[in-house]
């Protein structure tokens, strides 16, 4: 018997074989196109109800059939979607090959019976687990050979646990599933699709295949009800939602930042991984008792010989951002010391061991209530000044300018700024449309508050805002 039986609901004898490797009939092109992907990871971005998850069981029976018995997952963001679109799916699936069980883990066990019609043997257990990904530690202590993950680009779903996913798939050289709807910009953008996308771009070979189709490749789904979803939504979420691309939402505040502001850290710094000691390094500090935060940003000098640099070239590069982690190795003593000069000592160590100990050619942080802060650190040997305006729009226009005429570039391994930079958005009305000043999660920006202290003191001449978006510049020069 083979998957195109099982598919139209027919039944066999449980002496009877399985080819797995047969596609189902009913798969549309979108699903035929991922089924003959053969990279580690294949990213399914698509549009709602378009038939990614319904694809993910029969990829992952095939998968088992090919590699054998052992341990498999099937993960969600949370035990609410799990239990609502992806268990079923796979119940429907596999319930011909054993049962599944809730207690004291949620899993699947293949039966005696499943196992010889999958593997023409019974020695071995066979096992899919079933985890949910708002909690990494709950993925641990597994040695998965294959792992299917559905809607993966909710922010539920971690990217601790994309990573820990990883680990658990390495030593039997598994491969991953993942199927989503493109909900936001994070770390599946920047770890999966924007890795992806640079080696499409450069004709080279990849790990990862991202197969895209739109809600109308599934021929169930009705064209009127899309049409009436674009002319109805605003464009950019119906792109994301109907046609599973990734745009820019409405409201994003640094709409000029994209692909052409990353460059490579050792293309940047001439084979190096930071700036040549005669690049002027400029710093911007975020205040706080809990969440202070420090960007770096190294001044581009003209390379006029081998370790020769000029004049400068205008271009600056951020480079560093240290903020609070668990993992700094910080005196106990600096840490409990009264009043802020103990967690301002303590961050600046943290600091000065991002810089090499190299001294900021100029500082600036803080709002213009923020003078107790300054002096502290002036105190303890770190000359942080004012900025010149403590207007919040005016310095985000400025960094603006410096995304859109390229001359302010980042790193491309900083992928927590990089994140925060395309995430960083006004609130939306319920007409879809940004509500002037009003940061979406403005607290968690630690990073890009800092960012904006220095680098609006770099672009003070700033082109004129369009009125569109308020933090707008016009297009990229």
Known sequence: MCIEQVAQGLTAEASERYDAELMPVWFHRGQQAAWEKTEDVVLLLCGTQSGKTVFGPWWLLREIQRKGPGEY??????????????????????????????????RFEFSQEGLMRLFGRSDEPCTIYFGYAENSDSLESMTLKAVWSDECGQSAFKQTSYEALNRRLAVMKGRHLMTTTPYEFGWLKNDVYDVWKAAKDKDEETYIAVVNFSSTMNPTFSQERYDRAKATMPGWRFLM???????????????HFDNDNKIPRRVAFHGSDAPPKSWPILTGTDFGNVNMATVAIAEELEQIGENIYGEPTGRYIIFGCK?????????????????????????????????QFRRPAKSFGGSHQEEGWRETCRLLGWQVMEPDTNDVEVQIGRVNTGFADNKLLICEDMAKMIRDLENYSNEIDEEGNPIRGKIKDKAKYHRLDALRYIASQLFKERRKITETNVYSVGGKR
């Open 323 to 355: 903020v609070p982690d668990k993992a700094d190795a910080v005196e106990q003593d600096e840490e409990d010391e009264e009043g802020p000069k103990g967690p301002v000592r303590a961050h600046l160590v943290r600091v000065k061991k991002m810089l």
């Open 241 to 255: 939602m109907y046609d599973g691309l990734f745009t820019k939402p409405a409201g994003v505040i640094y709409e």
């Open 73 to 106: 997952g099937v993960i969600s963001p949370n035990y609410t979607l799990l239990f609502r679109k992806a268990f079923p799916e796979v119940i429907k699936v596999f319930k011909q090959f054993g049962k599944p069980i809730m207690s004291p883990v949620p």
